[in-house]
């Protein structure tokens, strides 16, 4: 082994502890704040609504979005228990987005992680329901005085949430997925060009990627160099993760992946591995995971994990 | 006439001024805020999503909520610009939940305010990513500079609409109404009591009308005395505004209500009205707007535009 492998297999099992870490924290972050009793401003908590709120957000997922949240904002020495609480607001927003996706209008899917999805487990009134109520609720943690004691630094949080979630963001990529499916129009998939599938993907799944990363950075007061620099790094990030899910999709064994694969040529769906071809995205996959390891050059062995976090999701399995 | 019907005639005839003057000045900054130029943060504005989102927020309504957030506002002196971007914010909350509610899934219904719903002139996929995106988008605007240039104020302003719209709020109170109706037991509607249907319209409806009415005292950073004076307004408000909602459904005629009316009484429906009875139900009307009017005694004949504000929604017609 060389200096350089050794160290990153060292920062590749570091990887994996902390992303565990993350998720058994985040476990019982999730379950304080969804708790029965009503906070204040809080009339009561609905039992079947917050049952379903639970089923939706809580047991499942590799909190990948909240572990990139708690090793950004470490870079700064924040308090693990404030990027917890910003994770957590980031976690909701993607949940809630899962929980609505798979209604029957959209995406109609009955399975998630393995388990009947919030629509059949509830229904889909109190699925629809309970995605509105994370979506707020998220909102509702960034505003705590707990979250950080500098209104300001929570108000950088909500906006930059609220951008990275909605209409430019998230919603609209989730939109524009929709519309390349075909939706609205002859029934016919869009010819997506490459530029217009990367726009897409950067709403629908890189927004929000991109903003668990300069969250960190917002957490921790960092100067203008270090969020471009974090921003550089979240956005390689997001874009290698739909280049690997794409693969994932054109390549994997079901029972590997977890889930249905093939999934994207049956509904030719536009697609950078489409349009690459295999080896060209894997070739474009390096380059991104190079492009945010560089990103994080000035944080030096710090950012390690974070350099292991790219590697992983180029390579991840499932 | 004496002194004082002359002075309510006059406070009511201010009162109409001031609510179309807000219904206009919002409809201009609501197509302002919805304008088609993505804003920092976003990367693009599809044409659908936006289309379905002015939809549903453009062109209807009275505007009472942001009437009310600029007059509570008006009392402090704030700047009318900033009134009405918290005014927008609680709008755009407003008509997410009717796009929401009116969906298949929920109310199922078809028309609102003498148009197709959402979902019916768009789509369902549409109606609901619309919804989720005038609800991101609520936050977005809250947590603008120009909505206050101190963040704790904007941050107050945040968690208090969160803890309005959300799980212990509005959308909880969404669901106790689907559950009421018999949507998830066996069918049969439950046989509320008083205090449980109280709960249920403090948070369905309730919720945003206080938050609409301290929205203002937020924003006017005003003492505690002031804050507890427009609060206890608002819970009047809101109170007053189910009722007249229910009284309108029981006695009133579709064709000046314009809407069906008995709808109550066809489902069954727990209500104040078939508790208290119609004069009753008057009586408690009465009640809530005089105890409206008296929690405005500090502010003097500055306040009596509100206290016009909760004459009409007592006397409303439709």
Redesign the interface.
Same mark, same amino acid.
């Given at each position: 082994m060389t200096a350089e492998s050794e160290r990153n297999a060292a920062a590749d099992a570091l990887f994996r502890q902390r992303l565990d870490g993350v998720a058994a924290d985040m476990e019982n972050m999730l379950d304080r704040l969804l708790g029965p009793e009503? /906070? &204040?401003? &809080? @009339? !009561?908590? $609905?039992a079947?609504?917050?049952a379903a709120?639970r089923y939706a957000s809580l047991a499942g997922g590799k909190r990948f979005r909240p572990f990139l949240v708690v090793e950004t904002a470490g870079l700064f020495d924040c308090p693990r228990s404030q990027a917890l609480l910003v994770g957590s607001a980031v976690e909701f927003v993607h949940c809630?987005s899962l929980v609505?996706d798979d209604?029957p =209008?959209?995406d109609n899917d009955d399975l998630r992680r393995g388990r009947p999805t919030a629509h059949k487990a509830y229904? &889909?009134?109190?699925a629809?329901?309970a995605?509105?109520?994370l979506?707020?609720?998220a909102?509702?943690v960034? =505003? @705590?005085e707990e979250t950080h004691t500098d $209104?300001?630094v929570?108000? &950088?949080l /909500?906006? *930059?949430? *609220? @951008?990275? !979630?909605?209409?430019?963001?998230m919603?609209?990529g989730?939109?524009?997925d929709?519309?390349a499916e075909g939706?609205?129009a002859n029934g016919e998939p869009e010819a997506l060009d490459q530029s217009e599938i990367e726009?897409l993907e950067?709403?629908k799944t890189g =927004?929000l990627l991109r903003l668990a990363c300069s969250g960190g950075a917002i957490l921790g007061k960092a100067d203008r160099q270090a969020r471009l620099a974090l921003e550089r790094y979240g956005t390689a990030i997001g874009k290698a993760f739909q280049i690997a899910d794409d693969l994932l999709d054109a390549e994997g064994d079901p029972a590997m992946v977890g889930k249905a694969t093939h999934k994207d040529d049956a509904a030719h769906k536009a697609t950078l591995v489409r349009i690459l071809g295999a080896e060209g995205a894997r070739g474009k996959l390096a380059e991104l995971v190079a492009d945010a390891e560089n990103a994080l050059a000035s944080f030096g062995a710090k950012a390690d994990v974070l350099r292991a976090a790219a590697r992983f999701v180029a390579e991840r399995k499932r």
């Open positions: 009503p /906070v &204040e401003g &809080e @009339r !009561a908590r $609905p079947r609504l917050l709120m809630y609505h209604l =209008a959209m229904d &889909e009134a109190s629809i329901l995605g509105d109520g979506l707020t609720f909102f509702d960034l =505003a @705590r $209104p300001a929570r108000m &950088e /909500v906006l *930059a949430l *609220a @951008r990275a !979630a909605g209409l430019g963001g919603v609209g989730q939109m524009l929709l519309s939706r609205f726009t950067a709403m =927004a």
